[in-house]
Every structure is written in C-alpha cells, then in structure tokens.
C-alpha cells in the first residue's frame, strides 16, 4: 500500500471518528447541538469521509459530505449572524 493510500484511507476513517464523536457528544448532552464546536466537528468530519470518497471514487457519499459541510458552514454563518445581531 502506497503512502498515499495509506494517507486517505486514515483521513477517512478519522473523519468517520470525528463525525461519531460529535453525535455521541451531542446525543449525550456533552456539547450543544447547535454550538460551533459541533458545527466544526461535522465540518471536519465531513471534509475528512469527502476526501477519502472522492480519491475512491464513491461519488455519492462524497456528494453527500460535501452538502453536510456546507451545511455545518450554513449554520456557523447563522450563529455568527444571530450573535452580531444581539450584541446590537
């Protein structure tokens, strides 16, 4: 196995940890599921499992993870919008 390989193959699967890690936190009421430390969670999680989708060229699940950080993305602009507008 190249290094290479090796690389994506362990960038996927610590995506995949981040990502249950941040739903098990979640799940548990040990993070705010509406926090940015769950948003850039999935954010990371997601970037990890889209790279490793994409070099294997499993094109809907990295389709898939693409949406889920733009998603985590959405809400880290809504957070921040929501918290600029109540410091007014």
Known sequence: MSLIV?????VGW???AVLLAAYALTSTGRLAGDGRTFQWLNIAGGG???VSSTVHGAWPSA???VVWIAIGFG???TTASTATARSR
């Open 6 to 10: 090796t690389v994506v193959e362990a």
């Open 14 to 16: 610590l995506g995949a």
């Open 48 to 50: 990890g499992l889209a």
């Open 63 to 65: 389709a898939l993870n």
């Open 75 to 77: 809400a880290l602009a």
